[in-house]
């Protein structure tokens, strides 16, 4: 057996009744891509938050390369070799890459001297590990790809040996998150020893060594990856059998409930972002936008849920205009009928200061439901709070804990719980399984199908092209801001993939024609 990198005994972590870790031991051995699965709430990142020096056990030993070590901050997890490159960056937007990578270890009394250390040092580790990216660039105009090569650049200047990677490619188009992979397994050739905790089980197959599944707080297996299937692991994960494909009937569209024409979005450079786009949404149908994260997609979708303006062009619902050049609001348009999930949950779609019960009810605070004269009803606004926690089951099921408190996946259930349970004609739904578990997209998928199903009308924005075919009845491509292309759902993976990066039908059937030619 090769030499653990890092061994845990016996953690043990407590946040008043919440139990998150429960006696865990975890050999990883060093060298290796070493994938830690679990639901939300499973204690995943207690455990990773200990191991660099966020939390301090309540109970147990950490031993690195054979040595035991006591992690009391995140300084001490540097010193003895551990670099964490966190779900959401820790980055100053208005800093270069340079700045970012040697904030806190600028490596000399004079400032100039340190920097010109850092430069040379830097470029030695972006050669080392095909990690390029300008060092004079401002981390705030990087692509979300690029910012997490700088994480992983600042965690190896600080030395670090084990490589903590929490959730990577929760952010990450399918390209970007290839070529992470690609750095993973140059770091791991470089003798480095990387954790990766993530949700998505393809990923776990596809690039990891071995792999530990947590389950409510305890490590319930350890499996060579090689050795494991993904359905195997899955069950490990939710403790029951997972459908991890989607069961559904037939559409049987009826009218459209959504309807854009021409529609054309400028940003704030006044650039074209949405080129005269059109389509469609029927009741009872899900059309699904597919498309690299950057091609439009945000910004459409911000129109038609009110919140951005447009240049131009019309927006139908429920057969009545929409003002997206002028006074359209997103609370009008919610008592017209339309729910939004937004792509983004920490800007959009909480505010995480406020306690669960209060984001349960956020935007439809003047319902008559939750009010008690001029004032808010708690005992109602909490009674509803606690049957959206137990029908989505939410974790920790506590209405009065921070929003802030809640792993992504269930901050993601909250958002969703608001918003399908209002029961609206046309639901508008991006990235809905972002940092989600196995068992939650399960439970997500087969929502989305109900309100499809119950006649509403679902505009779906993924980037994850397996969510886009299993759960559409059209797909749409978008591609620099204008629709490329209409598919169904049994089109090919590569077939889209194509139209995605911007290879339209005639240059598909030349292609395919040409290599045809060639095989021949």
Do not use: C
């Not at 952010?171 to 993973?184: G, M, N, Q």
């Not at 059109?278 to 009110?306: H, K, T």
């Amino acid at each position: 057996m090769a030499q653990p990198a890092l061994e845990l005994t016996g953690i043990d972590k407590r946040f008043g009744a919440v139990h998150a870790n429960r006696a865990i031991d975890l050999r990883i051995e060093k060298g290796t891509i070493h994938g830690i699965i679990g639901e939300n709430g499973a204690g995943k990142s207690t455990l990773m938050s200990i191991i660099y020096g966020f939390y301090q056990p309540d109970k147990g030993t950490i031993k690195v390369n054979d040595r035991v070590v006591q992690i009391s901050n995140p300084d001490a997890a540097i010193a003895a070799g551990i670099g964490m490159v966190h779900q959401h960056f820790m980055l100053v937007d208005n800093f270069t890459v340079l700045e970012n990578v040697m904030l806190g270890a600028e490596g000399a009394p004079l400032l100039s001297a340190g920097i010109a250390k850092a430069r040379e040092q830097l470029k030695a580790l972006e050669k080392e590990y095909a990690l390029d990216v300008d060092p004079d660039a401002v981390v705030g105009d990087l692509a979300v790809g690029l910012q997490q090569r700088v994480e992983i650049l600042k965690a190896l200047y600080r030395g670090a040996e084990i490589l903590i990677l929490d959730e990577p490619t929760g952010v990450l188009t399918p390209s970007e998150a290839d070529h992470l992979f690609r750095i993973l397994r140059q770091l791991k050739d470089q003798g480095k020893t990387v954790v990766l905790i993530t949700h998505k089980l393809r990923e776990i197959m596809a690039v990891t060594d071995n792999v530990s599944v947590m389950r409510q707080g305890t490590m319930v297996a350890t499996r060579k990856t090689a050795d494991a299937s993904v359905e195997e692991l899955a069950e490990l994960m939710v403790g029951r059998r997972v459908l991890l494909r989607v069961n559904k009937e037939t559409a049987k569209p009826g009218e459209p409930l959504l309807q854009v024409k021409n529609l054309v979005v400028r940003n704030a450079q006044k650039t074209t972002v949405v080129d005269t786009v059109s389509f469609d949404v029927r009741a009872g149908e899900i059309v699904g936008i597919a498309g690299v994260a950057g091609n439009g997609q945000s910004e459409l979708i911000e129109v038609i849920a009110g919140i951005r303006k447009a240049e131009s062009g019309v927006v139908m619902l429920n057969n009545l205009p929409v003002n997206v050049t002028g006074s359209a609001h997103p609370a009008e348009l919610r008592r017209r009928g339309l729910a939004h999930v937004p792509e983004d949950r920490h800007h959009m779609g909480l505010v995480l200061a406020y306690e669960e019960y209060e984001n349960s009810i956020l935007g439809y605070h003047d319902d008559p439901r939750y009010l008690k004269g001029p004032f808010l009803n708690i005992e109602a606004i909490m009674q509803d709070a606690k049957g959206k926690i137990a029908q989505y089951d939410i974790r920790p099921a506590d209405p009065r804990l921070k929003t802030a408190n809640f792993s992504g996946g269930n901050q993601q259930k909250i958002v969703l719980a608001r918003e399908m349970e209002r029961n609206p004609d046309v639901l508008i739904v991006a990235q809905p399984t972002r940092g989600v578990d196995v068992g939650a997209i399960e439970f997500i998928h087969k929502r989305i199908i109900e309100m499809r199903d119950a006649g509403k009308a679902v505009l779906l924005i993924s980037v994850e092209l397996d969510e886009i075919r299993s759960l559409s009845d059209r797909i749409l491509v978008m591609f620099a801001g204008r629709v490329v292309g209409e598919r169904g759902p049994e089109a090919g993976e590569g077939e889209i993939g194509l139209l995605m990066a911007g290879i339209q039908d005639d240059e598909q059937t030349h292609k395919k024609t040409s290599e045809k030619g060639l095989h021949s």
